[in-house]
Each structure stands twice: as structure tokens, then as C-alpha cells.
């Protein structure tokens, strides 16, 4: 999967399509949270007939929106990059998803390890 030329046929898309110029922040997020809930909904229903062609298109309009959030909010890849890093010190080596949950928290969570890594000047996120 190519997210870079995805991401540039979205965000032309976008600007060709008037009707998407209104969308503002808010507004795409509830359309995440709708797409996310037809997700699962395909997703429960896929598996009960074998047929996950509705899953990918939910999938895909989850991808689509998430593509336009990450422009509006002037986001880019190191985010994601970012959050890998983090799932890695995070959970790994931990037994349980629990036990890598609470001792994250008592590390100070997200907030203290994404303020850490925003405070360095590392180059390579």
C-alpha cells in the first residue's frame, strides 16, 4: 500500500469536489465515528457470510477520512511513525495487554512519552 500517492488522490479529490470544501474538522470526525460503526457492522456481518467486500469499502471510507483529518489538522506521517515507536516501548516483552496498559500509566502515559519525544529535537521520527 502506497499511503503517499493514496494520500495525494484524496487530497486532489478533495479540492475537485466542492461538496467537500465545507467539511470542517468536526464534521469529518462524526463521519469517522459513522464509517467506524458500518465497520464493525460489515465486519460482523462478513464473517457470518463470508463475503468481506463491504468491509473493505468500510475500510476504506475509515482510510479516506482519516486521510483528510491528518490535512485539515496539518498532520503528517510522523504521527503514525510516532505511535509505532510508542507501541513498541509500550507493549513489548509485556505478558497482557492489562499488565502493559498499567504500567504505562504509571510511567505517565502518552502524554509524558509523546511531550518526551516532542521536546528532543530527533530528527529521525
Known amino acids: 500500500m502506497n499511503i503517499e500517492k493514496i494520500s ?11 461538496l467537500f470544501n465545507d467539511d470542517d474538522i468536526y464534521s469529518i470526525v462524526q463521519m469517522i465515528l459513522d464509517e467506524a460503526q458500518e465497520l ?3 465486519t460482523e456481518n462478513g464473517f457470518l457470510t463470508d463475503d468481506l467486500t463491504a468491509v473493505a469499502s468500510e475500510c476504506a471510507d475509515v482510510m479516506y477520512l482519516l486521510i483528510r483529518l491528518f490535512d485539515i489538522l496539518g498532520i503528517d506521517e510522523r504521527a503514525v511513525e510516532m505511535k ?3 507501541n513498541t ?3 513489548s516483552g509485556k505478558e ?5 496498559i498499567k ?6 502515559g502518552d502524554k509524558v512519552w509523546f511531550e518526551s519525544l516532542l ?3 530527533d530528527k529521525s521520527i
Open 103 to 108: 504500567e504505562w500509566k504509571e510511567k505517565g
Open 8 to 18: 495525494e488522490q484524496v487530497l486532489a479529490q478533495n479540492k475537485e469536489i466542492e
Open 119 to 121: 521536546t528532543k529535537d
Open 89 to 91: 516501548e509500550k507493549y
Open 96 to 100: 497482557s495487554r492489562e499488565q502493559a
Open 84 to 86: 509505532v515507536r510508542r
Open 40 to 42: 464493525v457492522e460489515a
